[in-house]
Every structure is written in structure tokens, then in C-alpha cells.
């Protein structure tokens, strides 16, 4: 048996939805035997969360998270017209680590952009999508932003 963590989240809902919320889906998750020490990761208008599962395999580590966190909004949301559907998982073992993560300020540095730029450049086919987002914004992989350099010219124009 393997300790896998766990990211979850579902599509958004509105806003004043979602604070109300995300306390019930902790509780209801943390209720579970089968997951561990779930904390909430909501983007501000999803429900989320971060959790453990013990499990002899990725496959089935992602079957317990999904099931148990669907169960939890199925729980929170029932008085809503449409449940949000899930967005994003991601199940890797516990000892995994992200590398480096960095907010605006800091990619736009390593892509040698201002901040504005950086995020003209989230709208281009090929920039990596954020890691995780938190209350003051997203944050991305170093190396996913570097390789996005690597892979293009992204400066400004001289003259400009």
C-alpha cells in the first residue's frame, strides 16, 4: 500500500456559493475512512481540495479520490439547479515534490517580460497552465514557464 495526495476541484460556482460551501466539503470529506487531512483549495468560485489516499496503485488511489469527492458535492450542492461537474484531479505519490512554484511577478522575471506581458502570454497556445491557484492568484511550475521560454521568443519588441 502507497500514499498518494491528491488535488481535486470542480468546475466553478457562483461565487457567493462557494465560501459557504467549501467548510461542508471539508467536513463531509473529512468524515471519510478512506482519505486523510483534507484541506480546502478552491479557486475562489470552485470547490476543492487537497487529501490522502492509501492505495496499491495511481488508478486506484484516482477511483477512491473521485469517489469520495463527488460524493461530497453531491452532498453540499444539493439544493443547487445544476451540480458543478469535476475539472481537474491530480493524484501523484506523497513524496512527490512540484519543484518551484512562482506567481506573476516572479514568471514574468524568468521570462525577462513585465507582468502585464505575462499575462498577454497566458492566452498563447502552448503556455503551461497554472499549478495550483490560492486566494491572491495562480502559481506555475518553474520549469513549464522556462521551457515555455526555451520553446519561444517571448520578449517585447525593441522600439516599443
Same mark, same amino acid.
Given at each position: 500500500?502507497?500514499?498518494?495526495?491528491?488535488?481535486?476541484?470542480?468546475?466553478?460556482?457562483?461565487?457567493?456559493?462557494?465560501?459557504?460551501?467549501?467548510?461542508?466539503?471539508?467536513?463531509?470529506?473529512?468524515?471519510?475512512?478512506?482519505?486523510?487531512?483534507?484541506?480546502?483549495?478552491?479557486?475562489?468560485?470552485?470547490?476543492?481540495?487537497?487529501?490522502? &489516499?492509501?492505495?496499491?496503485? &495511481?488508478?486506484?488511489?484516482?477511483?477512491?479520490?473521485i469517489d469520495a469527492f463527488a460524493e461530497a458535492v453531491?452532498?453540499?450542492?444539493?439544493?443547487?439547479p445544476k451540480r458543478p461537474d469535476i475539472r481537474r &484531479?491530480?493524484?501523484?505519490?506523497?513524496?512527490?515534490?512540484?519543484?518551484?512554484? &512562482?506567481?506573476?511577478?516572479?514568471?514574468?522575471?524568468?521570462?525577462?517580460?513585465?507582468?502585464?506581458?505575462?499575462?498577454?502570454?497566458?492566452?498563447?497556445?502552448?503556455?503551461?497552465?497554472?499549478?495550483?491557484?490560492?486566494?491572491?492568484?495562480?502559481?506555475?511550475?518553474?520549469?513549464?514557464?522556462?521551457?515555455?521560454?526555451?520553446?519561444?521568443?517571448?520578449?517585447?519588441?525593441?522600439?516599443?
Open positions: 500500500m502507497k500514499t498518494w495526495r491528491v488535488w481535486i476541484e470542480t468546475d466553478p460556482i457562483a461565487e457567493m456559493e462557494w465560501s459557504d460551501r467549501i467548510d461542508a466539503l471539508l467536513d463531509a470529506l473529512d468524515a471519510r475512512h478512506d482519505i486523510g487531512g483534507p484541506v480546502g483549495s478552491g479557486t475562489g468560485t470552485s470547490l476543492g481540495a487537497v487529501f490522502e &489516499v492509501d492505495a496499491p496503485d &495511481v488508478r486506484k488511489a484516482a477511483d477512491v479520490a453531491a452532498v453540499v450542492t444539493e439544493d443547487l &484531479v491530480e493524484v501523484v505519490p506523497e513524496d512527490f515534490e512540484h519543484g518551484e512554484l &512562482v506567481g506573476a511577478i516572479d514568471g514574468a522575471r524568468a521570462l525577462g517580460v513585465s507582468r502585464q506581458r505575462f499575462y498577454q502570454l497566458m492566452d498563447r497556445p502552448g503556455f503551461p497552465r497554472p499549478a495550483t491557484r490560492l486566494a491572491r492568484g495562480a502559481l506555475w511550475r518553474r520549469e513549464e514557464i522556462e521551457a515555455f521560454a526555451a520553446n519561444r521568443s517571448v520578449t517585447a519588441k525593441p522600439g516599443r
